[in-house]
């Protein structure tokens, strides 16, 4: 016996050519505002660290001439100091929390390196900046050795604690600060990489703080015309494969942005 | 009692199992809401163990924070086996080392009698109910991948900034491959290939039921681990999740490998599922020459993917032991080879591409038999090119590999067998438009997909003719043109032959006619605008532009413009043809049990279908395709087969 | 009549009347749809060879052929669109003539499945082994063409042997290319370990790369001058080229590599002779400390 386990009502067709019309157009609609409103959402939910700008600092001479003289401050800390699972202590001295926007809570729990205060950088064009990095971190070694070594400064060195060198050893490099490029055409190629150095193993934590003394490197570079770039850093301080993994690949952290305007 | 009049049923009488309980037993109470309650359930509980067990800051020697890891991992699989658990999926086995064999009254239970439209929520057995499961779930799948398609071609419309950052665009892209590659390949194996097949052979359901609704359930709880991905850190690697690139992710790409893992062990049992009723279950009579050309094309996709699935499946078991091991089977500073996961994900990648592109194709080949009105041209070619396509799709897969330096004088044999496949693909060409010669089409949606599929075809065809060469494809690997080539084959010609097929056996699924007038429209303003996005985008791979990049230079700004209205237009046009599917399962109009007027079996029952499919089991006599008239220009060949005779026989 | 049994009637040898072999194409081409299918055939062949002059001024918009690698990539594409295009001609025609041709009875539409009015041809020999004679000549001849042409590209760039895309007794110039997550660094081994970020090079010259990488696979794409090798960790991978046109172009990394992938993009800059010997004794400085 044929048994019809679902059983339709012989219902005709229902709805005339405009009801299909705007149900078309209605289910069209809610189409474009969910995958809309998702965009936006998503948009928004993944913020990277607000514009730090270079501050004016007078005219410098350069072999281009006289131009515009900025400083960039930067810090680039072990871990974060309010967490006492990664101080190891009571926090002691200034506050340094470290990014810690949305999914970077993860992150954050394996308390790694980290550069402060922001990673979106803003650089006036046509001007010679000065950045001084205060770097508390010890030391992974580079993949690649050209990351060692100073490259696109003013005069091809850097000054570490007064000291000016074009490189440094493989082995003593705690970060890089490498500016490279956005694939627009048109806009100027722009590269500079500028190796940090490390804190000897053998540092201890300055008086009234969870950190040693800091490393000062500084560096001056001359930037072109208005252009988007990007930055990161090429010692492998994070996890995972090749130490690339974790906060090397998460802007805030160990990569973020440079507008040149 | 003497022998003579011993009456043969006693004689032949068979113990029966006994009832225990319920027709069902613990099936009575299981379905797809305390399958999810249990995995949830399970997966919380073994978070919340795990955590307490597992020092979170546990790093092995690349720094891999193994403990956090594996208590991920462990979350995962506790989800598919709670989820497993609580659908019912454990209750054979257990009935069956308890001795509770099952009864009559529980496979018919099992198969959905008597439940009404609760049966599709629950572990039913009945191939039809399976076949509905399988299509809604390809619907959402479909739905999810559009979305991200969307969004990530949002980003690369809005060329002048970043709209999300390039970890969550790499991942948005990585999941919108693997899900739309999920999706395409159960497409059609999965309603059709379930619903349909055992129908158009003759059998009353396929060879393993309980098989069938395990492979569904198990490919609905692979499904939630890799979407969570996106919440977890995502993938940050293509659909491909090379390693070593792989092992940076964060812990989301836990949740793409178990996926693999279960998607593997479903597609298996489906296979093999398909395959055991395309050689077992054939009615009486429909010997090899009568069997119905899309029953060919659903074996050959499925023995593709019988066979090459586990390489896939074995590359992300060693890619999440590296992970979580330490092992270094893909970490070259270990000893370990990059190329040895690319060889095996390849083994199944080029196969797989198969597994997509022929179920549509012998879809569309058989029923364009019923929209011309025609017999299927060279039936033996069709065969021919479904053996081939299946025997040399296992030689080609190294020229996904032309440019990784792995074996330069590997591409000269792979060139070779990569221009030798393009023969037996001909031959599904060659059928196709010899069916169309001389025919008269009924031009309802169904061939008008064929149109669609063969112009897509062509492209795809020869911009892969371009990429097999290896000197071209050193410009071409890893552009914007090989997404272009795949989307024409894998959309191009997959997607829009499953939707031609789909609006085929629309009527005999869901006992309603599709509306073919919002139907077509949605198929049309789809078919245009993807010729719009994908042309644009050969022109930005030509041009240079790499893929997977979110911000390019500015010389392809125009291409991407365009492609990305077009996509939206896509967009657009996939969710009319998806209300028109919805309005018309809800309320279309009835369906008749053959409103085509179509030959094979599955048209001869009744429309719903019921629950054994046919009253009495059909015998067949004749292959399917008697079609048509006699040629009108026959009589012209007999004239001059006539008159090739010697004079004084003929009338010339 | 005689006694000796000669016919009466003519016995030819041989048929005289038997129709003559072109009766057969003759008369198939009497039939109007193979006229107007061969018409169609026709023009969408010639439509369709246009194609490859578009798809190279793509390719050459931004400064491409630098290199003869290139121009071969170039001329492949060139004479495989225009080999392939008869075969898609005859799909097309098909496609349209079954579409909007009328010879065929013209498209039905209706809810109630048409009258069965289509010629039952279940097979026709001829067309079946002229389709597998054109598809296997056409595979055949890409083959043949690929297999020539990669014999003479890799010749040409790994050096192997001298052929005439190689000016003869030039010592190639090596250059280490190392690609880190998401920098492409060269080093020139003969030019005093000279480091740089961008690559400049003398025209004319051949080239040889050494490409490796430091941690994930990428691939190093020199887009105009046509050539790509992945770059993969634990293994040197080669390739060679030389540059014929000056100018300034394009290295992109065609193989997702994290994060910057996008970004991982550099220059190679082909510049006279002269200039390049500037350039070594400008950057001769850098050294590795």
Known sequence: MTHNVDERPALVAKGNGATRLIGTLITVAIAIIVVGGSAWLLHVNQPQPGAKVAQPAGTMKTPQGDLPHYSLDL???????????????????EAIPGPVTGFDQIIAQSCPPFYWDSSTLQLPAHSAITVTVHQYDGS????????????????????YNGEAKTGINPADVAHTFTIHQYPQAGQPYFFVSVPMLAQPSTAKPAANSNYPAPIDVVFTFVTGDPGSYVWNCEDPCGNAYQGFGGVMMQRGWMAGTVEVV | MSVMTRDIHEQAAVPQPTQHGKPGGFLRHTNIFTGVITGLVLAIITYAIGSKLVPWGTQNATFQQVGYQALIAATYVAWVIGFMAGIGAFAGPIRWVLGHDLTHADAEYMAGKGQGKFRYWKYTTDHKVVGIQYLIMTLVLFGLGGFLAMLIRTELGITWAEVFTPNFYNSMIG??????IIAMIIVISGPLGNFIMPLMIGARDMAFPRLNALSFWLLFAAVPPLVSNLLLGGIRDGWTVYEPLGSQSPVGMIGYQICIIVFAFSTGIASVNLITTAFTMRARGMSWNRVPIFVVGILSAAIMGLVWFPMFQYSQILALSDRMLATSFFNPLMGGSVWLYENLFWLLGHPEVYVVIIPGTAALIELMTVFLRKPLFSYKMAIAGFVGVTGISSIVWVHHMYMTGWAPSAGYPFMLSTELISIPFGFLVLVMLGTMWRGKPWTRLPMMAVYAVIWNKIIGGITGVYLSDVPVDQYMHGSMFVVAHFHFMLMGAGLFAAIGAIAYWFPKMTGRMLNERIASIGFWVAFFAFQLTFMSMFVAGLQGMPRRVLQFDNA?????????????????????????????????????????????LEWQTSTPVPLENFPVLPVVTSDPYGYGVPDPYDSVEKKMAEADQPVGAGAR | MSLTNAPEVDQPEEPTNRPAPSYRIREWLSRPYARHFLVLFIIFTVVIMPAAWLVLHFMNQSGAPASAIMTDI?????????????LMAVALAILMYSLLGRDWGGRVHGEEPPMQESPAIRTNSLGVILWITATSLLAGFLVIWGLVELASITAG????????????????????????????????????????????????TPLYFNVTSVDVIHSFWVVELGIKIDANPGAVTNIGVTPNKLGTFNIRCAELCGMHHAYMQTKIQVVSQADFDNWVRVMGGAKTS
């Open chain 1, 75 to 93: 810090s680039i800390y072990p871990s974060n100091n309010t967490d006492p699972a990664c101080n190891g202590g009571t926090q002691s001295g």
């Open chain 1, 140 to 159: 992974t070694q580079v993949n690649a050795n050209y990351f060692a070594n100073v490259h696109g400064t003013i005069d091809g060195k850097a000054t």
């Open chain 2, 175 to 180: 999941t919108h491959g693997i899900v739309m």
């Open chain 2, 556 to 600: 392809f700004n125009v291409s991407n413009w365009l492609s990305t209205i077009g996509a939206y237009c896509i967009g657009i046009g996939m969710v009319i043809f998806l209300f028109a599917v919805i309005t018309s399962w809800r309320n279309g109009k009835p369906a008749p049990a053959n409103p085509w007027g179509a030959k094979t």
């Open chain 3, 74 to 86: 170039e001329t492949t594409i060139f004479v495989f669109t225009f080999v392939s295009a008869p």
């Open chain 3, 157 to 204: 760039s790994y050096g192997s042997v001298p052929t005439n895309q190689q000016p003869s007794a030039v010592k190639p110039i090596d250059i280490n290319v190392t690609g880190a997550q998401w920098v492409w660094n060269f080093q020139y081994p003969d030019q005093q370990g000279l480091q740089s970020d961008t690559l400049v090079v003398p025209n004319n």
